[in-house]
């Protein structure tokens, strides 16, 4: 038998079922990093602060008047480009490093994964408004005595059967809003004279509305575990950010400690050379006119430099290692007989720096700034959420039905709910409140001392991110005239030592008349040594000090929180073989792809 259905009773239920699952607000996608007043006050005073800079670079008096010249490249420079090893040598460049870090770093690709980790928090967060379906059945068979004959109509004991099922759909909206819809049928059958018909079916259609009044309520507290979720998200990738900005700059320390050990190797060994010279003169003047003592000084001069040279060798080797597991390349770390050789120029003329751009780019570039303002914005948002929570529990509630009664089967029972009858409905208030609310007391205060304590955070992190840019231009500067001063040095003894040799040149071929020439010997070998040893730690200080201004260049960008930028490197969003989101660095990607990071 079919069923008709005229629907004539239902346009007030299904009126507030629509109005009840139509979305109310649209998703305000990601956080608004624009700063609110709190924050743009802190920001300009800051701003402010960063103007006075200046006078941080400059020195206190001249420290030389030596000027590198532009072709500067003594043979200890231009040597360190050969191999200097019995291994097969392997040109490298620091953006050629750049590329293999971004490309095969495993510690980047762990900073990486941060922000996606803390990403789908933002979906997680959206679950607690999902749409959910739910479905249940169920028999029921009783067999129980009774006392009253009125139950069943003279039968000792009442036997039922029963079935029943429910389906339906339930969802919490932004305002707090909590909808549920669902439909009941059962039928029911038993031994009882008194039902009539036996076997009966109903269905009933109800739809539950709650709306909180105070806790709970509202768009901006219901929605303010997604923000705080996005927020999140973007705290993580600033700090993806700040990561792979410090791994950079290790990767540029370790390239130009390289570079610096290399030099210092081939200046040790040189000098291991012209004592060895030295110590063989005296060895073949021994018979006639070297003494022991200075054979000795020349010996342990010859010692004590060879270790040097072993020790500058593993200072190489070490530097090597250190790229290759920076980079994390597997055709560099499978090659363990390949020589690294730095292929790029030093940079020896001056830098311009202005601290006060340097300090007012970090103000709006530094990850650890932007990171500090958004968890106190988060911060925010959480305190405002726990003040909802200690109002009182105020919930308005709304019902309505459609019954339906049959002796027939489902189907019979669940159109009659319709057709026959009208809908009934119910309205109420629900209201909890604690006397004391401790918990919500205690939650609000500690809420507050964490919105205190993430202010006084933000301070002391843009006074010492101000306090780093200062230090790295003033650093700038400074290694730039250390490095100055370290060539005149280079420059004097070097001069020093090649004077010692013409004169001995001199005397040897022309010896003075009466000279006592055990003891101009003497002179000379003590000189020469000493000089030698003046001259390898000037040379040596001037390529530490060179290879320090290259590395403060780069370093005063990473302050400022431009590094990647500087480096044209780009964070790129994409998806691996499993089809997994994934961010990894891109160096030259302006086009085309995702660029979160640089602007």
């Not at 597991?325 to 030093?346: H, K, Q």
Request: glycine share 6%; proline share 4%; hydrophobic share 35%.
């Amino acid at each position: 038998m079919k069923t008709r259905h005229s629907f004539q009773n239902t346009p007030i239920l299904l009126g507030l079922c629509l109005a009840a699952f139509t979305p109310l607000f649209a998703d305000d996608g990601p956080a608004a990093l624009i700063p609110n007043s709190t924050e743009q006050t802190i920001l300009d005073d800051y701003k402010m602060e960063a103007a006075r800079f200046g006078h941080g670079v400059k020195s206190f008096g001249k420290t030389t008047d030596a000027s590198i010249p532009a072709d500067f490249a003594p043979w200890w420079i231009r040597g360190q480009k050969n191999s200097i090893g019995d291994r097969k040598g392997k040109p490298i460049t620091i953006e050629d490093l750049y590329v293999r870090a971004i490309r095969y770093s495993t510690q980047i690709r762990v900073f990486g994964d941060l922000p996606l980790i803390r990403e789908t928090g933002i979906q997680e967060a959206k679950g607690a408004f999902d749409t959910n379906t739910f479905l249940q059945g169920k028999f029921d068979h009783l067999n129980d005595p009774v006392g009253d004959t009125l139950t069943t109509g003279g039968a000792s004991r009442l036997r039922q059967d029963e079935w029943s099922f429910e389906a339906g759909v339930k969802k919490k909206f932004v305002a707090g809003t909590e909808v549920s819809l669902s439909q009941n049928l059962s039928q029911t059958a038993n031994n009882s004279i008194y039902f009539t018909p036996n076997a009966q079916s109903k269905g009933q259609l109800t739809l539950s509305i709650v709306q909180p009044l105070f806790k709970g309520a509202g768009v901006e507290y219901n929605r303010s575990i997604m923000r705080i979720a996005r927020l999140d998200s973007d705290i993580a990738m600033r700090e993806f950010i700040r990561q792979s900005e410090s791994h950079l700059l290790e990767v540029t320390r370790t390239y130009w400690a390289l570079y610096a050990a290399r030099v210092t190797y081939l200046q040790k060994a040189r000098l291991v050379d012209e004592t060895a010279r030295v110590t063989d003169e005296l060895k073949a003047r021994q018979k006639v006119d070297a003494q022991q003592s200075q054979l000795f000084r020349a010996e342990s001069a010859l010692a004590s430099r060879r270790s040097d040279l072993v020790r500058s060798e593993a200072a190489v080797r070490n530097a090597q290692d250190r790229l290759k597991a920076l980079t994390s390349d597997p055709n560099l770390m499978d090659s363990p007989n390949v020589e690294l050789i730095p292929g790029d120029r030093l940079i020896l003329d001056a830098s311009s720096v202005d601290p006060q751009a340097a300090a007012s780019v970090a103000l709006e570039n530094r990850p650890e700034i932007n990171q500090a303002f958004l968890q106190l914005r988060a911060a925010t948002i959480r305190e405002k959420m726990t003040r909802n929570e200690l109002l009182p529990e105020l919930n308005l509630v709304l019902s309505g039905s459609l019954g339906g009664l049959s002796g027939g089967d489902f189907a019979d029972g669940y159109g009659k709910q319709y057709n026959t009858g009208g809908p009934g409905y119910g309205a109420g208030i629900v209201f909890s409140f604690p006397l004391e609310n401790n918990i919500a007391r205690a939650r609000l205060e500690r809420r507050r001392l964490e919105l205190r304590q993430q202010l006084d955070q933000l301070k002391t992190t843009i006074d010492t991110v101000l306090l780093e840019v200062q230090i790295s231009a003033r650093e700038v500067a400074t290694a730039h005239r250390e490095t100055q001063a370290k060539y005149a040095a280079v420059k004097a003894f070097t001069s020093d030592v090649d004077s010692l040799l013409a004169r001995r040149a001199l005397q040897t071929a022309s010896p003075a008349p009466g000279a006592d020439e055990t003891s101009q010997t003497a002179f000379y070998l003590n000189n020469l040594l000493d000089s030698q040893d003046r001259r390898s730690n000037a040379e040596e200080e001037f390529i530490r000090s060179a290879a320090n201004y290259q590395i403060a260049i780069v370093n005063l960008e990473r302050s400022k929180g431009r590094l990647l930028n500087y480096k044209d490197i780009s964070v790129v969003r994409d998806q691996d073989s499993k089809r997994l989101p994934e961010l990894h660095l891109e160096k030259g990607a302006r086009d085309g792809k995702s660029n979160i990071a640089g602007k």
